[in-house]
């Protein structure tokens, strides 16, 4: 499902060359689920914007869903992104002139699809927010707001889910919600997972971890499988 | 539709507030004044006609040519003959040397006369409005006929060989507007008597008029005959337009319709500079959106696509608004002014509605697109990554792309290149001089800050650390403040010049040839009165006997009726007022000991008889010849009412000569009988009654400066928009950080504090950044448009700093006021 080979990410400031990743490897098969765990300033969200193709690597290869996402130019990706890919971000990103429902019935609408509104009540049901659809975002609690960005990630049916520290913003009881639904979405709706987190307890409860400090893999626990290290490393 | 959907939900979530009400403003303010203007032109032109009682007229010293009645007959244009001449009228032993006009049955073919059978009324009740002249056998006279022959109506008078019962007072005719020869009582009879009375012979003082004017052929006939009519014309016929005719009201009503103009373009460039800050704040706000859009996977061409699409259904629905609320305000300001137009306003054309469009459209390609332009190119990476921000378009090309679309507004709109060019540079020199001056000021603020207290402090240090907000904050500013400076002042100016035209003592009657020795007895009979006079001049009436050494010429006095009179010929030591001498020198520039006495002459008379600086003329006083060398030529003021001379020389030189005397005074309407009193002891005096006419200017100017007041009103608001928007581009900064600072636990008096330092900073700034462009732009326009003397304005440089300092600083800290009023925490979550 998802194969990464050798990628490493510069960037260019003004004292020189800063790497941020450096010969990361990895390999996911459909369905299951990745943590990508390290401190602050790791280049964990780095690599989860390569992985889901908002970025490219400065070298080394994506490949998603069979595609190799590097060889493509952005509407290339994009339309990959379109078929492919769905996001929960740490600090929800709802629209706020939009109420629950519009927000997550607006990328249906953009696919244009005719049932979006129907689709969108249906996954608002599926995280219990049936009773909130009329609700602006500020008119939501934190925990709710990235109830609906879980509905509005999962109405789009992706097949793979990035999650970039999905409960980052939220106390650790409504957090832990979180992390239930979106496991029980993930195992419900057959989705890939990957997930960037500060959060040993969500990242246990991934099949696999991808432990990343100062932008290189480091020495994986013995529960991860399927990660290699890099030439480099 | 996704994209309307789009843009309805933005719209409700209330991030295109400002875009669409700049929209709607600039649509609106521009469609009102073109509505208004439209129809006001084709009003006026209405109004003119009856100026002239006609669309057009032939004036003529010889009899009209049966074949242009039979033209007119032909091409279904109507038209009717006019003649005037001065004539005695008698009954019994009384006479009067009257002003005689021999009506035919048709006359007026536009406008109404005005009659009553109550002399000296001014009750309109009793005044009837009709469009036919008197039948035959009857005559309508002047109501100071009456005691000057002591007659009544149904009396008759005699006009050589007939009688007339006299069965009508005439209040007005609509073609005496314009007319200040007028000398005798008004007695107006019907054109088949005039073959009857046998007055009119060969060689008699008659002038013929025809009057033409749309008839059953249209517009179009009318266009073919009079064009034919014109190829007609030789020396003794003169064509009058419509324009010429309304000559007395048509400074003033010009003057009204380019305040209008300007007016109207002021708001246009305030709406388009509030849509460019609301345009450029709504980009700010959408760069996250579209990041989240594309990580969906929705292509830039898509996101472009989406954004043009929303633009485009913004303009059409925002101008549709626009256009509606435009027609709305246009028929406020047309219920304002309605008094003075026809009763039947015509329909403006469709015109005003196109413009209307054109400029939302047109506003918005200038502002919002090059603003949301660079959306499509934001990295959806952004939805991860804060830092990760695409380059707008610069500030430089935008500001460029949105000059291009105010002076394409501007020149389209008004027409008027001093117009366009005089906004755009008072707009243009305010802009500079706030980003170079405004920049030094705040850099300037920031050093003496730091030395005063801690609101201070804060509140120049935030202003110098978001400079570049603050400069074009500043701007928005400075413009709205220098734009309302501008309309101010020269509305200021313009009423203060029409201030005498209002004022109730303006002279309304000029007393005119007043012998030396009648003279005492003149100004005995008007301060008798508790009457004051203008002052007394002297004249001396004088033919033109020679040019350059040469005789005038039979075809020269054809054509010009100078050539045939007595001139009017005065004699001055300083240049009146309101003269300007515009060629030649003034006697202070001339070696006045010469033998030759130079003369200066009304400019517009100069041209019509062909005479140019230098040459030599020979006038006639009384048989005694001297000559005069043409020195300057001057324009002059009609509009004060006090004696104006054609032709003036130095002291010393007509002194000697048999002179009269002349004057203007007001007379009030029941002192009306004067007149008669002055022309029954001295029946050489002529009077020229300009009472009527000046009644009508004052009305209309009236009412035109209420028009003034309502589009200033209109336009006051577009600046407060303009302000609102440059407010709100901070706003959400400035509450984050309010709220920060809350949180740490500043009291509701630092926080508001430096809100009230700040903004009311950059508006004392910005106001007197605009003082600058103010002047420059009032200075171009009041020498090239408003025809004004320049004058520097302090109070502009007083004013613009405090009202700007007081406006921005109110708004800024009403705005913001919230940081104070809720917690911390509920205006964090609502950023």
């Known amino acids: ?233 | 539709m996704q994209a309307l959907r789009m843009l309805l939900r933005t719209w409700r979530g209330g991030q295109l507030n400002l875009i669409i009400w700049s929209l709607v403003l600039a649509v609106a303010v521009v469609t009102s004044v073109s509505l208004l203007a439209e129809r006001i032109e084709r009003a006026l032109t209405a109004q003119s006609s009856s100026f002239l009682a006609a669309d057009l007229v032939v004036r003529s010293s010889k009899p009209i040519a049966p074949e242009w009645v039979a033209g007119a007959l032909q091409q279904q244009v109507e038209s009717a003959q006019v003649l005037t001449f001065a004539s005695m009228v008698y009954h019994q032993d009384d006479m009067h040397l009257a002003s005689i006009k021999a009506v035919e049955g048709s006359y007026p073919l536009r406008g109404l006369l005005r009659r009553t059978t109550t002399p000296f009324t001014t009750d309109t009740s009793l005044i009837e409005e009709i469009d036919y002249g008197p039948a035959q056998g009857e005559t309508w006279v002047d109501a100071r006929l009456l005691p000057l022959l002591n007659i009544e109506l149904g009396d008759e008078i005699e006009l050589g060989e007939i009688r007339l019962t006299v069965s009508q007072i005439v209040v007005e005719e609509p073609d005496s507007g314009g007319s200040y020869g007028a000398f005798g009582a008004r007695v107006l009879m019907n054109f088949s008597d005039i073959e009857a009375a046998g007055i009119i012979i060969p060689g008699s003082r008659v002038t013929y008029r025809f009057l033409m004017a749309e008839g059953a052929s249209g517009a179009d006939g009318f266009a073919r005959y009079s064009e034919w009519m014109e190829d007609q014309l030789d020396v003794h016929d003169r064509l009058i337009t419509p324009d010429e005719a309304q000559a007395s009201i048509a400074d003033t009503m010009d003057k009204g319709r380019r305040f209008l103009l300007l007016a109207g373009s002021i708001g246009v460039v305030l709406a388009g500079i509030a849509l460019a800050l609301a345009s450029h704040h709504f980009a700010a706000g959408q760069t996250r959106q579209v990041a989240l859009l594309k990580s969906w996977g929705i292509a830039a061409s898509r996101v472009r696509s989406l954004y043009l699409q929303q633009s485009l259904w913004l303009g059409v629905g925002g101008s549709a608004i626009g256009l509606l609320v435009g027609f709305a305000f246009s028929e406020i300001l047309i219920a304002v002014v309605r008094e003075w137009l026809p009763i039947s306003l015509p329909m403006a054309g469709i015109r005003p509605w196109i413009t209307g469009l054109a400029t939302g459209l047109l506003c918005l390609a200038g502002f919002t697109l090059p603003a949301i332009w660079h959306l499509p190119a934001q990295s959806p990476l952004a939805v991860l990554r804060d830092d990760v921000k695409v380059e707008p378009v610069s500030s430089m090309a935008r500001g460029f792309l949105g000059v291009i679309a105010v002076a394409a507004l501007l020149f389209w709109y008004s027409n008027n290149v001093y117009l366009s060019l005089a906004i755009l540079a008072g707009f243009g020199l305010t802009t500079l001089a706030t980003v170079v001056i405004g920049l030094l000021m705040l850099r300037v603020g920031k050093t003496y800050g730091e030395k005063l207290g801690s609101i201070w402090r804060l509140a120049s240090s935030n202003l110098w650390r978001r400079r570049s907000q603050s400069i074009i904050q500043m701007v928005g500013f400075s413009g709205a403040i220098a734009l309302l400076m501008i309309m101010s002042v020269v509305r200021t100016s313009l009423i203060d010049e029409w201030r005498w035209q209002l004022a109730d003592d303006a002279p309304n009657h000029f007393l005119l040839n007043v012998a030396p020795y009648e003279l005492e007895g003149v100004r005995d009979l008007v301060t008798a009165q508790n009457l004051e006079t203008a002052g007394w001049y002297s004249m001396v009436r004088g033919r033109l006997t020679q040019i350059n050494g040469e005789g005038i010429t039979e075809e020269q006095r054809d054509k010009h009726e100078s050539f045939r009179r007595e001139l009017n010929l005065s004699w001055t030591t300083a240049l009146p007022e309101g003269n300007k001498v515009t060629a030649g020198k003034w006697w202070d520039e001339l070696d006045l000991s010469g033998d030759i006495a130079p003369v200066s002459l009304e400019e517009e008379l100069a041209g019509e008889l062909g005479l140019e600086i230098g040459d030599l003329l020979n006038f006639s006083v009384g048989g005694l010849i001297f000559q005069a060398r043409v020195a300057s030529t001057r324009s002059l003021n009609w509009d004060n009412m006090t004696p104006n001379f054609y032709f003036l020389f130095p002291e010393g030189l007509l002194e000697n000569y048999p002179r009269t005397s002349m004057t203007s005074l007001y007379i009030p309407p029941q002192q009306k009988l004067l007149v008669n009193d002055l022309l029954r002891q001295y029946p050489t005096v002529q009077v020229i009654e300009l009472d009527k006419i000046i009644d009508r200017i004052r009305s209309i100017v009236s009412q035109v400066t209420s028009g003034l007041e309502v589009m200033t009103l209109l336009i006051l608001s577009c600046g407060v928009l303009v302000m609102f928007a440059a407010v709100s581009l901070s706003m959400s900064e400035r509450l984050q950080e309010s709220a920060i600072l809350r949180t740490l636990g500043s009291s509701r008096r630092l926080i508001l504090g430096i809100q009230w330092v700040e903004f009311s900073v950059l508006g004392v700034m910005a106001g007197l950044l605009a003082a600058i462009g103010a002047e420059a732009a009032v200075a171009l326009l009041q020498h090239y448009m408003f025809d004004l003397p320049f004058s520097w304005h302090p109070w502009l440089w007083l004013m613009g700093p405090l009202a700007g300092g007081l406006l921005v600083g109110v708004l800024g800290v009403g705005y913001s006021r919230k940081a104070v009023t809720q917690p911390p925490l509920l205006v964090l979550n609502s950023l």
């Open chain 1, 1 to 233: 499902m998802i194969e990464v080979s050798n990628i490493s990410k510069q960037v260019k400031t003004t004292e020189g060359t800063l790497t941020i990743l450096d010969g990361i490897n990895l390999s996911l098969s459909a369905g299951e689920s990745l943590a990508i765990v390290g401190p602050s300033g790791s280049g964990k969200s780095t690599l989860l914007g390569i992985l889901a193709g908002l970025d490219l690597p400065s070298s080394g290869s994506v490949s998603l869903n069979g595609q190799d996402i590097t060889a493509m130019d952005e509407e290339g990706r994009a339309a990959v992104r379109a078929k492919t890919v769905g996001f929960v971000f740490q600090s929800f990103h709802l629209l706020p002139g939009l109420t629950a429902l519009e927000n997550v019935a607006l990328p249906l609408e953009l696919q244009g699809d005719k049932e979006a509104l129907k689709t969108a009540a249906y996954y608002l049901q599926r995280v219990g927010l049936e009773h909130r659809t009329t609700h602006y975002p500020r008119q939501l609690s934190g925990g709710e707001q990235q109830r609906v960005a879980v509905a509005r990630a999962f109405a789009c049916r992706p097949v793979i889910l990035f999650a970039d520290e999905p409960t980052g913003n939220l106390d650790t009881g409504t957090g832990e919600k979180i992390n239930d639904l979106l496991f029980d979405l993930n195992k419900e709706e057959g989705t890939t997972l990957v997930l960037v987190t500060h959060e040993h307890n969500l990242a246990e409860r991934c099949g696999q971890r991808l432990v990343i400090a100062a932008g290189r893999q480091v020495a994986p626990s013995t529960d991860v499988t399927h990660v290699t290290r890099g030439s480099t490393a």
